[in-house]
């Protein structure tokens, strides 16, 4: 007999569940996002590791499906791995297109608001550039310091222009988010505020899909006395093959919480 936790194991040792099913996650290999979660019976596992590509089982519908046989939004299998217990699998895939039959990148692109957080944390741990818009666009931290961030955003049908393009707004949002979550790192958030003031940014090439990467860097700062400081990003967009999308320049003001409390009241 197999020890599970420590043998190799083959298909044949998946312990499905009564209805002869068992969970398969399904995550992308290159952001590490969890894309969706469906059931896999022994057809759909065994055609998912022949074909490399994945299909499942309707509980519902009570028959095979092949992720994208009719939107042609496929998923292909890069590796494909089982838990300890071997009752649960986890597919690495590259997608092509959304996951989710809403058109969103990941199943999982709404979050419950956890009280007494400030901050949503991707798969990683690592902190989330606030709420709201960051999180319909599907932005995770990919690096973080108070000096430099890296962040990615899927590029979804969400946010294409009309005729097919990613539109410049989503980029400008990736980029300010990026700048303003690397200021605030670098604040005392007891006793400052950080907001964006300025974005001067060009746009040289545009996308259809994949991911877009944003980076913003600190270029340095402006002492405006008691009025705080200024701090000027370098931020860039980048597409997956390295191509500039946009470059250019955020401007970020730092203030004291007393001095702006002092301008409202004036």
Not at 48 to 71: A, D, M, N, P
Request: glycine residues 10%.
């Amino acid at each position: 007999m197999k020890d599970i936790e420590t043998a190799e194991l083959t298909p044949e040792d998946v312990k499905f569940n009564e209805q002869g099913l068992v969970p398969c996650i399904v995550q992308d290999i290159d952001t590490k996002n969890v894309l969706m979660m469906a059931w896999m019976n022994e057809e759909s596992l065994r055609l998912t590791i022949e074909q490399r590509t994945t299909w499942f089982y309707s509980r519902s519908r009570k028959k095979l499906w092949h992720k994208g046989e009719e939107s042609g939004n496929t998923q292909e299998l890069v590796v494909l791995r089982y838990d300890c217990d071997a009752d649960t699998l986890l597919a690495l895939v590259r997608p092509v297109g959304p996951a989710c039959h809403t058109g969103n990148y990941s199943c999982f692109y709404r979050p419950f608001s956890l009280p007494g957080s400030d901050v949503f944390r991707n798969d990683a741990g690592s902190a989330s550039a606030g709420r709201g818009l960051t999180d319909l666009l599907g932005v995770t931290v990919q690096e973080e310091s108070s000096t430099r961030v890296r962040m990615d955003m899927p590029i979804t049908a969400d946010v294409l222009q009309p005729i097919g393009f990613l539109h410049g707004g989503a980029t400008i949002a990736l980029l300010e988010s990026c700048s303003s979550y690397a200021s605030m790192l670098g604040c005392d958030l007891d006793k400052v505020f950080s907001f964006g003031s300025h974005i001067d940014i060009r746009h040289v090439n545009s996308a259809k899909g994949g991911m877009l990467h944003g980076m913003a860097e600190l270029e340095g700062t402006e002492d405006m006395g008691p009025r705080g400081k200024k701090e000027f990003w370098h931020v860039e967009a980048t597409d997956d093959d390295g191509r500039l999308i946009s470059t250019g320049t955020i401007t970020c003001r730092v203030v004291s919480k007393e001095y702006f409390a002092g301008k409202k009241r004036s």
